[in-house]
């Protein structure tokens, strides 16, 4: 892809097949093919970590990060951070993958049902949470009945 002749790094329709086939061809797009929003969309819809690859200016798009981290939590380690504070896209991040639980604000981190959430389904985001849940005796059982090693988080109390 290196090689392709340049009419096709900005050929709108070859990417729409392109990112089918492999997303990380979007690399070699050019600028005015990441900054368009219907092809980006496209491709997060595909893979969501393909946010990476868009415009800043998408990366700060709310309908944009949020079809991304539907379809890949990890999303959120590509778009604009001001969407930690979004709870709706950041929750659903933390739920899809608790452990993105590190990178989130205090006020998620205190948030129970959030946290038995996360830890339900990855019990080592057990260590991410705010310390007054670590005592919380239903967030630790949930943490520990994922992953055992998780009750090396929970507090001495």
Sequence with gaps: LKQMPVV????????FHAVLINGWALKFAASTITADKDLMLHAVRQDGIMLDFAANHLKRDRELVLAAVQQDAMAMLCCDPSFWKDSEIAVMAIQKNGMLLGLAP?????????VRSAVSHHGLALEHVDDKLKDDADVVFAAVHNSGHALQYASDK
């Excluded at 096709?8 to 990417?15: E, G, H, T």
């Excluded at 205090?106 to 959030?114: A, L, M, W």
């Design 8 to 15: 096709l790094r900005s050929d709108k329709r070859f990417w």
């Design 106 to 114: 205090v006020s998620i981190k205190r948030d129970r049902e959030v």
